[in-house]
């Protein structure tokens, strides 16, 4: 029998799909355990809900770090890989085997990227099948669904992928159902009604939050616990020339038609 992942959750404001670990996943206490959640705030959004479940929180305030060390969030990379040593430390004791990112958003460095050696997991709301011909994702960062109903795209996915070095550059492993994107979009951008845009940009990432982040990490810890995907050999592809298992809406899981570096032996 295999020994279930020990899973450490970082988020900051929320943590999008957790509770659907916690609350609807049959695999839950078999396959994998949730050991504990941190939040780069001083709470987040489900912070209670998730202690009633038995799993313990802790806050490190990313803000609070910088401004001890009179440093600028984004323009002092020592701090913040001080900080990023920080939370490795602040995660050991729960001794987790896979670290995954749901609703977390800041960049992560060198110390955390070495601690958890291809063992991070990010939740991205856009498709990281899409890249630029330099193989760097088309719509990386917080704003991806914003930019991607501002391209034209007729549709968004979600994908949780690998994290490293880069922003959402990381190899993917799983990704969403596609979302259509409505066609008043087009009418709203005729009009250059912006406040419009903005609301229906707002709404549609929530439906794919909603939709999609309990599943999608549902999906990847199945993938990784029953070890359909070695996650070293993922890490060892080059990012655009993987096609990730996609997750259906009725919940099914489909494997990549040609990508055999993705898969587990």
């Given amino acids: 029998m295999l020994t279930p992942l020990r899973v ?3 988020c900051s404001h ?9 609350n609807a996943d049959p695999d839950r206490g078999r396959t994998f355990d949730v050991v504990c959640c ?46 990023d040593a920080d939370t490795a430390r602040l995660l050991k004791p729960f001794s987790p085997n896979l670290v995954v990112l749901a609703g977390y958003l800041y960049r992560l460095s060198e110390p955390m ?14 498709d990281l099948t899409l890249r630029t011909p330099a193989g760097e994702p088309v719509f990386p960062g917080i704003r991806a669904v914003r930019d991607a109903i501002a391209a034209g795209c007729a549709e968004t996915r979600a994908t949780v992928h690998l994290v490293d070095a880069g922003v959402d550059a990381g190899a993917p492993l799983v990704r969403s159902w596609p979302f259509p994107v409505s066609p008043m979009v087009e009418e709203a951008q005729s009009w250059t009604a912006t406040d419009l845009l903005r609301a229906y940009t707002f709404a549609h990432e929530q439906w794919m939050m909603r939709a999609c982040a309990g599943s999608l990490w549902s ?18 592809s080059a990012s655009r020339a993987i096609t990730p298992w996609e997750l259906t809406r009725r919940g099914a ?7 055999p570096l993705a898969r587990a032996r």
């Fill in 8 to 10: 450490a959750v970082l």
């Fill in 14 to 22: 929320r943590a999008p799909g957790l509770l659907h670990l916690l």
């Fill in 38 to 83: 941190v939040t780069s705030e001083s709470t987040f959004a489900e912070e209670v809900r998730v202690e009633r479940r038995g799993v313990p929180t802790r806050s490190h305030r990313i803000h609070a770090f910088y401004d001890a060390r009179q440093a600028r969030l984004g323009a002092a990379p020592d701090v913040r890989a001080a900080f």
């Fill in 113 to 126: 990227l070495s601690a958890f050696r291809h063992r991070i997991l990010n939740l991205h709301f856009a």
């Fill in 219 to 236: 999906a990847a810890l199945q993938l990784v616990s029953g070890r359909r995907v070695d996650l070293d050999r993922l890490a060892a």
């Fill in 253 to 259: 899981l489909v494997p990549p038609l040609a990508a």
